[in-house]
């Protein structure tokens, strides 16, 4: 899949070294999730497809939730910082994190974009992830929730044929329901492949251009929002370096 870490190739990278791979990444998110404790920070792992919308989720978010929630981002893309030059247009500080040939964003870089002090003071940080249904949803960022970006154009298989992505997810929010009347989806045969690999499905249906259903998020960000501590005031930022 990837040349960064060989996931999904049994000849490039050996089970014993993923193994190493993933606790090593598990020791740094456990890191992160320590980090976003003490800062009040509620984290999000925003994946999906590339062209799932998950920018435009969050330009229309920070419309709605600016005034009273300072958010930040991190994206990763392959090349270029267009979803970051979007966000900061948007009002949103965001750090890009360009992968090169990785599939997926790791917690390692996570860490260290953190040092960026556009992204101190945050009460919300939504980690955008490479465009992929499937390593993203492998790696422990430290994140609180997995919200998962699924278009209406990508059909209604998609739970089905990346069913690994869907079980480690809190949340879908399934985007540009503008478009349905130009397609030939099946909302309830939708539903019902979420469900059948969801653990506890939440599904969230919206636009991000006519605002339908964006009403249920904001209230799913304001109440996780307000159930955070406050953060420990010992911590003057949370990119503070060690370990």
């Known amino acids: 899949m990837c040349e960064y870490c060989g996931c999904g190739d049994p000849h490039r990278v050996s089970v014993d070294l993923r ?15 320590e980090h976003f404790a003490a800062h009040g920070v509620l984290a ?8 799932s919308g998950k920018t435009a989720v969050l330009e229309a978010t920070a419309a709605a939730l600016g005034s009273r929630a300072r958010i930040a981002a991190i994206t990763g893309d392959l090349e270029t910082e267009r979803d970051a030059e979007r966000l900061r247009a948007a009002g949103i ?71 690994v992505m869907f079980r480690k997810a809190d949340l879908v929010l399934v985007t540009k329901t503008d478009l349905l009347p130009h397609l030939g989806l099946s909302l309830e045969l939708l539903d019902d492949a979420i ?29 996780h929002l307000a159930s955070r501590p406050g953060p420990d005031r010992a911590h003057a930022a949370f990119g503070h370096r060690h370990g």
């Open 195 to 223: 469900a059948r690999v969801m653990p506890a499905p939440a599904v969230f249906r919206v636009s991000a251009r006519t605002g339908e259903g964006m009403d249920r998020w904001f209230a799913w960000l304001d109440a």
């Open 19 to 33: 193994g190493e791979i993933l606790a090593a990444n598990d020791r740094q998110a456990a890191h992160n999730r």
């Open 44 to 51: 999000i792992n925003l994946m999906g497809s590339p062209g």
């Open 93 to 163: 500080p965001a750090r890009a994190i360009t992968t090169g040939s990785a599939c997926h964003l790791d917690a390692g870089m996570i860490h260290e974009a953190l040092h960026d002090e556009a992204l101190h003071g945050a009460s919300l940080l939504v980690i955008e992830n490479v465009g992929n249904l499937v390593c993203p949803a492998v790696y422990d960022l430290g994140q609180d929730f997995n919200v998962v970006a699924l278009a209406v154009t990508e059909g209604e298989d998609k739970p089905l044929k990346y069913p």
